[in-house]
């Protein structure tokens, strides 16, 4: 459209990085939501780096791969579980946070399987500290590419209906400090691409 853009932060490593966990850790994923969300928030230390096919925002490094860092005793299956949970979070939050490079963001929409837990959106409007608009539409990848594609050549397109919106709350002083560890370990980590990409 004339004297407009499509600001676009693409991430490889949501969705793939929680089901390829979701399966290592044998979780339906019912029992991750129950398991997950019984641990502390920072899951006492561990912190995961969802990066296992390389990325892209904000990083554009194909090489970099995914780690769990901070392993202990402590931990169990379900630290495992919360801590990717938090990995994707986190990863969501630094490429929104290269959105808002570009201007302010007021609220998100959310579809698809991260709309689905009450537990899950809570934990996402917390780190990205956004309003989350949940909507009750299937294939919502698809229906955006078709409502842009319709708007560039003059359709227009009822707003889809918003099921349920989710507040952010602050984040507590333990996922804080897991968000601040998260955004030293690509640093720190990036050296050793070379030797652990695959």
């Given at each position: 459209m004339p004297q407009q853009w499509y600001g676009l932060a693409a991430m490889q490593n949501a969705g793939?990085?929680?089901e390829w966990v979701r399966g290592l850790l044998g979780y339906t994923w019912p029992e991750v939501y129950a398991e997950a969300f019984?641990?502390?928030p920072g899951?006492?230390?561990l912190t995961f780096l969802p990066y296992l096919t390389g990325e892209r925002t904000p990083h554009l490094d194909p090489q970099i791969r995914g780690s769990w860092t901070g392993l202990s005793l402590v931990h169990t299956r379900a630290h495992l579980m919360r801590s990717s949970l938090e990995g994707v979070a986190f990863a969501v939050r630094q490429g929104l946070d290269a959105l808002r490079a570009t201007g302010s963001i007021d609220a998100l929409r959310l579809a698809g399987g991260g709309s689905i837990d009450p537990q899950w959106r809570q934990l996402l409007a917390d780190v990205l500290q956004v309003p989350l608009h949940?909507?009750?539409v299937s294939a919502a990848s698809a229906q955006g590419a078709a409502r842009l594609a319709g708007m560039a050549i003059g359709l227009e397109f009822p707003a889809p209906a918003v099921a349920?919106?989710?507040?952010?709350?602050?984040?507590?002083p333990n996922l804080e400090a897991a968000w601040q560890r998260f955004g030293q370990l690509y640093p720190r980590l990036a050296g050793f691409r070379s030797t652990f990409a695959g």
């Open positions: 793939l990085a929680l019984a641990i502390e899951c006492a230390g949940s909507m009750s349920q919106v989710t507040e952010p709350r602050s984040m507590s």
